[in-house]
């Protein structure tokens, strides 16, 4: 997987509804170094699903440019259960490998090695309505890592979790990233995720959104979100993000 070169936004805006409409972003600049796990948070309606969104091609941008990591490909997690129903757990994973040409028996087998690493080996022949919330998503991040896109983009995919459930697919998410090493800018709406998961954090401002602050995270890896709190500078570190999103 090639993940050189920086994701590079410069001045991007994006207005919904043409003229007398609202404007999500506007004149958005950010630098994700390549390899690294990038957060967003920021306060309601600030825009940070719509920067993924845009990044992920599924809405235009009205002005600006950006410039994404390796050949510019990117794989997609989006909010709530994105698990095709009539599709067993394998093949979710390997969905993505379908559509880009990769043959039966190499993307099978891909599917098994990664819903291995998850500790759901034993439910691939599963349909998703067989199988938990926090199993459904982990089949949701499988099927984006699967596909080994240099650019991972993930929008509070964690955020329907029950706390203990939240906390094991955290580390599991890691480790897939560790191990792929892919560029990943991942929204959520919890300091204490973006703590736990990222290496650097930003905080868009309230509509329209702009890079309001970007914050090395000065924890060493390995975290863990339920002893995160006992770790020295976490209050310090907590504060200026709440205040950074309080604006």
Known sequence: MDVSGELSIRGLTVDYGGAGGVRALQALDLEVEPGSFHAILGPSGCG????????A??????????????DGSVAYVPQGNSCFPWLRAEENVAY??????????????RARDILKSLGLEQFSRAFPGQLSEGMR???AIARAFAVEAPLLLMDEPLSALDFQTKIAVQAELVDLWRDRRCTVLYV???????LTLADRVS?????????ALTAEVP???????????EQPG???AFRKLYEAIEG
């Not at 940070?48 to 990044?55: A, G, N």
């Not at 599924?58 to 950006?66: C, D, K, Q, V």
């Not at 959520?188 to 973006?194: G, L, Q």
């Open 48 to 55: 940070k699903s719509t920067l993924i969104k845009v990044l």
């Open 57 to 70: 091609g599924l809405i235009p941008r009205t002005a600006g440019e950006a410039r994404l990591p390796g």
């Open 96 to 109: 993505g490998l379908k559509l880009r040409g990769v043959g039966r028996r190499e993307r099978a087998e």
């Open 137 to 139: 998503q982990r089949v």
């Open 188 to 194: 959520t709406h919890d300091i204490d995720e973006a």
């Open 203 to 211: 905080v868009l401002s309230a509509r329209p959104g702009r890079v």
């Open 219 to 229: 924890f060493a890896r390995p975290r863990h979100q339920a002893g995160l709190r």
């Open 234 to 236: 976490y209050a310090a």
